[in-house]
């Protein structure tokens, strides 16, 4: 009996240390969040201040976050797995700092975009390393709910910003606005001191009794920590040291071609059009523009609601239910967006049904592609050389999301919302068709299991009906 209930302590002790890591970490999320998010309600009090009128140079403040992002996103994959997860995330902090600072105290556009493109470099290394960081951190059976925490964090930290945006506006201040973020990135970098490495990393290292003491605190007395050990060094074993040609090589390339295409898919089906430009878009159908950031934030709320009920389902139903009628949902909506367009979309019942439709197409993607597709970054690649191939994933996921931002505003000048839209609808039925093929199934598999799946048989996940190397 009293062996039971120093067991249970113990497992719970081990449940709360994951928790906490994962929780402090995915305060990197709450900034990429915020970070991307701000920029919409921002944009036209910077605009005010430094005298920008023409599209390109508004443009350039929202994108030149966007590219440096992609950077930090490919510096990450490297740092990753030279300094280790843990201290990557710390560095990812004080580059939050630095570049929250230069932005909002930038006496001159050009300090402005500079402060900015250092901001992006730290979401894209936070985009990048804090799902990694967590996800090997955790154990199977809780991996696609706490990874997905990070997602949580996105839709709060968006939320977030859509809140300030909304209570700002008219007389908002930008510079309070961009570095208020300081305060999380603060936070990150102290937290994130007092927390383990991870120990997937440490043991690459072959610093096994460093990696066995992090395991004791993050396993419960009923997990077999030595057959974890044990599977990551076989793995780690098979294989010396990567270098990039191996990227390319026949074992990681079918798991880099899921990586990058579900990175490009989670873009080019439109999600960020709506983050960026909801309340531009709202506003034109004549709703006034305070109405337009409410309901802006009514859109950021459904993406946080549905974003929890995903990671409720993660681990229970799995990965790819959830990505194919999420995919299917935003079909759904984006056809729904494209009829209210036909006609344009003039006034308040209009531009309610608009914002329903949009609401169910967030939703959708909440339950989704959103997590899914960062959980699976998290997930797909083998050890040695899931830092650079995570990497690479997640700066196609950037680069996309630039191309789509810049062009979404001409787009829809040149060819109206109806057909923007039903392009963006016919772009995800192609995606869906992809993914019923492609990707694999990753609940309660380690790992290493997953890594063994796809690189033995060349099928991707075992349980799933499906292949990764499709
Ligand atoms: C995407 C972001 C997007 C956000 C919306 C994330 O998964 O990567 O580009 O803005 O979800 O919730």
Same mark, same amino acid.
């Given at each position: 009996?009293?062996?039971?209930?120093?067991?249970?302590?113990?497992?719970?002790?081990?449940?709360?240390?994951?928790?906490?890591?994962?929780?402090?970490?995915?305060?990197? &999320?709450? $900034?990429?969040?915020?970070?991307?998010?701000?920029?919409?309600?921002?944009?036209?009090?910077?605009?005010?201040?430094?005298?920008?009128?023409?599209?390109?140079?508004?443009?350039?403040?929202?994108?030149?976050?966007?590219?440096?992002?992609?950077? &930090?996103? $490919?510096?990450?994959?490297?740092?990753?797995?030279?300094?280790?997860?843990?201290?990557?995330?710390?560095?990812?902090?004080?580059?939050?700092?630095? %570049?929250?600072?230069?932005?909002?105290?930038?006496?001159?556009?050009?300090?402005?975009?500079? %402060?900015?493109?250092?901001?992006?470099?730290?979401?894209?290394?936070?985009?990048?390393?804090?799902?990694?960081?967590?996800?090997?951190?955790?154990?199977?059976?809780?991996?696609?709910?706490?990874?997905?925490?990070?997602?949580?964090?996105?839709?709060?930290?968006?939320?977030?910003?859509?809140?300030?945006?909304?209570?700002?506006?008219?007389?908002?201040?930008?510079?309070?606005?961009?570095?208020?973020?300081?305060?999380?990135?603060?936070?990150?970098?102290?937290?994130? $001191?007092?927390?383990?490495?991870?120990?997937?990393?440490?043991?690459?290292? %072959?610093? =096994?009794?460093?990696?066995?003491?992090?395991?004791?605190?993050?396993?419960?007395?009923?997990?077999?920590?030595?057959?974890?050990?044990?599977?990551?060094?076989?793995?780690?074993?098979?294989?010396?040291?990567?270098?990039?040609?191996?990227?390319?090589?026949?074992?990681?390339?079918?798991?880099?071609?899921?990586?990058?295409?579900?990175?490009?898919?989670?873009?080019?089906?439109?999600?960020?059009?709506?983050?960026?430009?909801?309340?531009?878009?709202?506003?034109?159908? &004549?709703? %006034?523009?305070?109405?337009?950031?409410?309901?802006?934030?009514?859109?950021?709320?459904?993406?946080?609601?549905?974003?929890?009920?995903?990671?409720?389902?993660?681990?229970?139903?799995?990965?790819?239910?959830?990505?194919?009628?999420?995919?299917?949902?935003?079909?759904?909506?984006?056809?729904?967006?494209?009829?209210?367009?036909?006609?344009?979309?003039?006034?308040?019942?209009?531009?309610?049904?608009?914002?329903?439709?949009?609401?169910?197409?967030?939703?959708?993607?909440?339950?989704?592609?959103?997590?899914?597709?960062?959980?699976?970054?998290? =997930?797909?690649?083998?050890?040695?050389?899931?830092?650079?191939?995570?990497?690479?994933?997640?700066?196609?996921?950037?680069?996309?999301?630039?191309?789509?931002?810049?062009?979404?505003?001409?787009?829809?000048?040149?060819?109206?919302?109806?057909?923007?839209?039903?392009?963006?609808?016919?772009?995800?039925?192609?995606?869906?068709?992809?993914?019923?093929?492609?990707?694999?199934?990753?609940?309660?598999?380690? $790992?290493? =299991?997953?890594?063994?799946?796809?690189?033995?048989?060349?099928?991707?996940? &075992?349980?799933?009906?499906?292949?990764?190397?499709?």
């Amino acid at each position: 009996m009293a062996t039971a209930t120093a067991e249970q302590t113990t497992a719970k002790g081990a449940h709360r240390t994951v928790t906490k890591a994962a929780a402090l970490a995915a305060l990197g &999320g709450l $900034l990429f969040g915020y970070d991307t998010g701000v920029i919409g309600g921002v944009l036209p009090n910077i605009a005010d201040e430094f005298s920008l009128d023409s599209p390109f140079s508004k443009g350039l403040v929202v994108a030149v976050l966007l590219a440096g992002a992609a950077v &930090g996103a $490919l510096v990450a994959g490297r740092l990753a797995d030279l300094l280790g997860r843990r201290r990557l995330v710390l560095l990812t902090s004080a580059t939050f700092v630095v %570049g929250i600072a230069v932005a909002s105290l930038a006496p001159a556009l050009a300090l402005l975009l500079i %402060g900015r493109f250092v901001i992006g470099m730290g979401v894209g290394a936070a985009s990048f390393g804090v799902p990694l960081y967590i996800g090997e951190l955790a154990p199977p059976s809780r991996r696609g709910g706490l990874v997905s925490f990070n997602q949580l964090c996105i839709t709060a930290g968006i939320l977030v910003s859509q809140l300030v945006a909304y209570a700002l506006a008219g007389h908002g201040d930008w510079r309070i606005s961009t570095g208020l973020a300081v305060l999380p990135a603060i936070v990150l970098g102290l937290g994130v $001191l007092g927390e383990p490495e991870s120990p997937a990393w440490l043991l690459r290292q %072959g610093r =096994e009794d460093e990696a066995r003491a992090v395991f004791d605190r993050i396993r419960g007395p009923e997990d077999d920590i030595d057959g974890e050990i044990r599977d990551i060094q076989d793995l780690a074993q098979q294989e010396r040291k990567a270098d990039v040609s191996e990227l390319l090589g026949p074992k990681v390339r079918p798991a880099l071609v899921v990586g990058v295409a579900l990175a490009v898919i989670q873009q080019i089906t439109g999600v960020n059009t709506v983050i960026y430009f909801a309340p531009t878009v709202l506003e034109q159908a &004549g709703i %006034g523009s305070k109405a337009a950031l409410l309901a802006f934030v009514v859109v950021g709320l459904v993406n946080v609601i549905m974003t929890i009920v995903a990671i409720r389902l993660l681990d229970r139903v799995g990965r790819r239910p959830l990505l194919l009628w999420g995919s299917t949902g935003m079909v759904v909506g984006l056809a729904a967006l494209g009829l209210l367009f036909v006609g344009g979309v003039n006034g308040t019942t209009e531009a309610v049904l608009a914002t329903a439709a949009l609401c169910f197409y967030i939703g959708s993607f909440a339950i989704g592609l959103g997590p899914v597709f960062w959980l699976l970054v998290s =997930e797909l690649f083998p050890l040695r050389v899931r830092g650079q191939a995570a990497s690479v994933a997640t700066m196609a996921n950037w680069v996309a999301n630039l191309a789509v931002a810049v062009s979404y505003l001409s787009i829809i000048s040149a060819i109206g919302g109806a057909a923007t839209f039903w392009s963006y609808g016919a772009i995800t039925v192609l995606s869906i068709l992809y993914m019923v093929r492609a990707v694999p199934e990753t609940r309660g598999r380690t $790992l290493s =299991e997953i890594e063994r799946d796809l690189r033995g048989s060349g099928t991707g996940g &075992g349980a799933a009906p499906a292949t990764a190397t499709a």
